[in-house]
């Protein structure tokens, strides 16, 4: 498995719940930056969410923060995010990408990443 692969995506309900995870492959097992993004269509891809495996450390868009919690399960060699109060306005595809340092700024910045998944599709209904 060379690209990071997204997972957990499907269709729910407003006020529902889903935990999308992205499985980190070899190539991208030991970079520090997991990041998650989102497009809707016919927007650009925006920030989510992001964490540094080596400090702990969390980042979120002010849109999703105290909905959404990003987390490392090292055991399944995941990154997860769990995703709750989901509103309409969340629908989406979202993409996990890496990046090697952490930095507050460039966690949130698309093209600061290198490693891309495809996309899990993500839809609320009203």
């Known amino acids: 498995q060379v690209q990071p692969a997204e997972s957990g995506g499907g269709l729910v309900q407003s006020g529902g719940s889903l935990r999308l995870s992205c499985a980190r492959s070899?190539?991208?097992?030991?970079?520090?930056?997991i990041g998650w993004f989102r497009q809707a269509p016919g927007k650009d891809r925006e920030f989510v969410a992001a964490?540094?495996?080596?400090?702990?450390?969390?980042l979120y868009s002010d849109s999703v923060k105290g909905r959404f919690t990003i987390s490392v399960d090292d055991a399944k060699s995941t990154v997860d995010l769990q995703m709750n109060s989901l509103k309409p306005e969340d629908t989406a595809t979202y993409y996990c990408?890496?990046?090697?340092?952490?930095?507050?700024?460039?966690?949130?910045?698309?093209?600061?990443?290198?490693?891309w998944g495809q996309g899990t599709q993500v839809t609320v209904s009203s």
């Open positions: 990408a890496f990046q090697s340092a952490w930095h507050r700024i460039s966690a949130r910045v698309l093209k600061a990443y290198d490693t």
């Open positions: 070899a190539r991208t097992f030991n970079r520090d930056v």
């Open positions: 964490i540094s495996r080596r400090l702990s450390t969390t």
